[in-house]
């Protein structure tokens, strides 16, 4: 037997929302020390979302009993 379960949204919350890790941009700069005065800058795509700067909300699970 498969139960239908409407799970209610608000009409604002149903979108992409912009990423909060990386601030919408995609990106994110990771500084990390390499030794003593010396800093190494790197610049990778944001893995929260993927680079693409927004992130969907999370999906209700499927019931099944």
């Not at 010396?38 to 699970?61: E, H, N, R, V």
Request: charged residues 20%; aromatic residues 4%.
């Amino acid at each position: 037997v498969l139960k239908i379960i409407q799970f209610g949204a608000k009409k604002d919350s149903a979108g992409p929302k912009k990423c909060d890790s990386c601030d919408g941009k995609g990106i994110k700069i990771i500084v990390k020390q390499i030794g003593p005065g010396m800093i190494q800058q790197m610049q990778t795509y944001c893995p929260a979302c993927k680079g693409k700067g927004k992130c969907y909300p999370p999906l209700p699970p499927i019931l099944n009993t």
